[in-house]
Nanobody, 115 residues
Framework: QVQLVESGGGLVQPGGTLRLSCTIS????????DGWYRQTPGNQRELVAL???????HFADSVKGRFTIWRDIAKNTVYLTINNMKLEDTATYYC?????????WGQGTPVTVSS
């Protein structure tokens, strides 16, 4: 059983900073999440950032320069920092992991950017 739990979402003003966390709980293996996606109502879930097992990082073009992603393997956790937040960053943010051929998702953490 693999469970992902996101946290850190909330209401932020434009230009602000937010850090999201995603932790995996698993009774059998020690793994870290693969990355972050976000979704707004009526739209498809879109990739935000990925971090591979070898540490290689990929960002969506729309967030390059403002988002950072890193992981703490000992805590089975991946973090996403959003800097200089924009109104269009408003979404529910999800983390995921591909494990043993199955994709697992967290429940999502909502982020709202508003003045």
């Amino acid at each position: 059983q693999v469970q992902l739990v996101e946290s850190g979402g909330g209401l932020v003003q434009p230009g602000g900073t937010l850090r999201l966390s995603c932790t995996i709980s698993s009774s059998s293996v020690s793994i870290t999440p693969d990355g972050w996606y976000r979704q707004t109502p009526g739209n498809q879930r879109e990739l935000v950032a990925l971090i591979a097992s070898d540490g290689e990082i990929h960002f969506a073009d729309s967030v390059k320069g403002r988002f950072t992603i890193w992981r703490d393997i000992a805590k089975n956790t991946v973090y996403l920092t959003i800097n200089n937040m924009k109104l269009e960053d408003t979404a529910t943010y999800y983390c995921n992991v591909l494990f043993s051929g199955a994709m697992y998702w967290g429940q999502g953490t909502p982020v709202t950017v508003s003045s």
